[in-house]
T-cell receptor, first 109, second 113 residues
Framework: GQQVMQIPQYQHVQEGEDFTTYCNSSTTLSNIQWYKQRPGGHPVFLIQLVKSGEVKKQKRLTFQFGEAKKNSSLHITATQTTDVGTYFCAGANTDKLIFGTGTRLQVFP | SQTIHQWPATLVQPVGSPLSLECTVEGTSNPNLYWYRQAAGRGLQLLFYSVGIGQISSEVPQNLSASRPQDRQFILSSKKLLLSDSGFYLC????????????FGSGTRLTVV
């Protein structure tokens, strides 16, 4: 079945450093979504990418969808302690999303 | 606006006891509904999803079952809990017919003792 992998599994950074998580699907995706889950909380939708090569920005966050629509990345510039949490990508498969394995980000002040 | 309610927030149950978790959505009709489980520090495992009343698709063989008795109500059940059923259970809804953004409930943290 379809699999969506993310790397790294964990990332510890000093506040102010940049952070990137990568998402790879075993199959071509119609769209990809990103979610953030704060410690103890539930996943919250961040963004959806649909077009091949699409790049979207939300303040310090930059999201990219690969040309082949099989991979994606999330880059955070100058991390802050509020960025702490687990970031999930999710690929569309017919009527449901397949969530990636997640990247847990820890930011040290 | 649409809201999703999930309860209880936390639950401690003995092994062998039954389970019933409820999820309801307000402000929309004919939603797609989903149950996920998340083990501590792990990813999201899709358990069940439903595209309509009485329509349940199971993703993983297990000790759990799901039902959708009403359009905006989704129930997760077990007749006899196992220790391995412990985890964080999340309900989510999405727009029917599209792979659209998921909105998650606040989750139920289940500990089986």
């Amino acid at each position: 079945g379809q699999q969506v992998m993310q790397i790294p599994q964990y990332q510890h950074v000093q506040e102010g450093e940049d952070f990137t998580t990568y998402c790879n699907s075993s199959t071509t995706l119609s769209n990809i979504q990103w979610y953030k889950q704060r410690p103890g909380g539930h996943p919250v939708f961040l963004i959806q990418l649909v077009k091949s090569g699409e790049v979207k920005k939300q303040k310090r966050l930059t999201f990219q969808f690969g040309e082949a629509k099989k991979n994606s990345s999330l880059h955070i510039t100058a991390t802050q302690t509020t960025d702490v949490g687990t970031y999930f990508c999710a690929g569309a498969n017919t009527d449901k999303l397949i969530f990636g394995t997640g990247t847990r980000l820890q930011v040290f002040p | 606006s649409q809201t999703i309610h999930q309860w209880p927030a936390t639950l401690v149950q003995p092994v062998g006891s039954p389970l019933s978790l409820e999820c309801t959505v307000e402000g929309t009709s004919n939603p797609n509904l989903y149950w996920y489980r998340q083990a501590a520090g792990r990813g999201l495992q899709l358990l069940f999803y439903s595209v309509g009343i009485g329509q349940i698709s199971s993703e993983v063989p297990q000790n759990l079952s799901a039902s959708r008795p009403q359009d905006r109500q989704f129930i997760l059940s077990s007749k006899k809990l196992l220790l391995s059923d412990s985890g964080f259970y999340l309900c989510a809804w999405s727009v029917l017919g599209r792979v659209y953004r998921y909105t998650f409930g606040s989750g139920t943290r289940l500990t089986v003792v």
